[in-house]
């Protein structure tokens, strides 16, 4: 069983900054890659951004060069630094870690943006 924990959300003005943090119950080398999806409300769920266990990580392109994802291998700690924050980018924020085909969620924080 994986049991991922998230903290760092809350609310923030535009162009803001906040980081997020999923803490893993598992060595973070058992995954295949851990990331971040996030679901706006009355939208599907999508990949922000995902580092895997070799260290290459990808951001989605609404969010390249705003933010940045990054793991502490002692902790079993994903981080997603945000910055330049939009109203667009709220949304409820999910750690995600894969493990030999099989998904494991957070139970998810809020990211809110708003002045």
């Known amino acids: 069983q994986v049991h991922l924990v998230e903290s760092g959300g809350g609310l923030v003005q535009p162009g803001g900054s906040l980081r997020l943090s999923c803490a893993a119950s598992?060595?973070?080398?058992?995954?295949?890659?851990m990331g971040w999806f996030r679901q706006a409300p009355g939208k599907e769920r999508e990949l922000v951004a995902r580092?895997?266990?070799?260290?290459?990580?990808n951001v989605a392109d609404s969010v390249k060069n705003r933010f940045t994802i990054s793991r502490d291998n002692a902790k079993n700690t994903v981080y997603l630094q945000m910055g330049s924050l939009k109203p667009e980018d709220t949304a409820v924020y999910y750690c995600?870690?894969?493990?030999?085909?099989?998904?494991?969620w957070g139970q998810g924080t809020q990211v809110t943006v708003s002045p």
């Open positions: 995600n870690a894969r493990m030999s085909l099989s998904d494991y």
């Open positions: 580092i895997t266990t070799s260290g290459i990580a």
């Open positions: 598992r060595s973070f080398v058992s995954f295949d890659a």
